[in-house]
Nanobody, 123 residues
């Protein structure tokens, strides 16, 4: 069982930066793939980034967001730079024990979810 808790959301102006954190419980953190998804009002939850043996990004955030993890503290991060109003969403972290790059963009591929943290970008 893995429990995930996000933090770091907030309100920033367009062009600004935020760093989200995801604290994971459990002693097998390093064996899970970790990822970030986001959901804007009225839209489906969408893939943002993932990390396993390498990193993966959605085209919409490539070059602006950086995913990383610290196994010593069981924490995953999402550094978000050059933020745009369209990045406004609730951001969720996720963990998967059965990661496959072909399915990482789909929510059923992820086993555990956090409660989400709100990110709002003003224009």
């Amino acid at each position: 069982q893995v429990q995930l808790v996000e933090s770091g959301g907030g309100l920033v102006q367009a062009g600004g930066s935020l760093r989200l954190s995801c604290a994971a419980s459990g002693r097998t953190f390093s064996s899970y793939a970790m990822g970030w998804f986001r959901q804007a009002p009225g839209k489906e939850r969408e893939f943002v980034a993932a990390i396993r043996w390498r990193t993966y990004y959605a085209d919409s955030v490539q070059g602006r967001f950086t995913i990383s993890r610290d196994s010593a503290t069981n924490t995953m991060y999402l550094q978000m730079n050059s933020l745009k109003p369209e990045d406004t969403a609730v951001y969720y972290c996720a963990a998967s024990a059965r990661f496959a790059s072909q399915t990482m963009g789909t929510t059923p591929a992820w086993d555990y979810w956090g409660q989400g943290t709100q990110v709002t970008i003003s224009s």
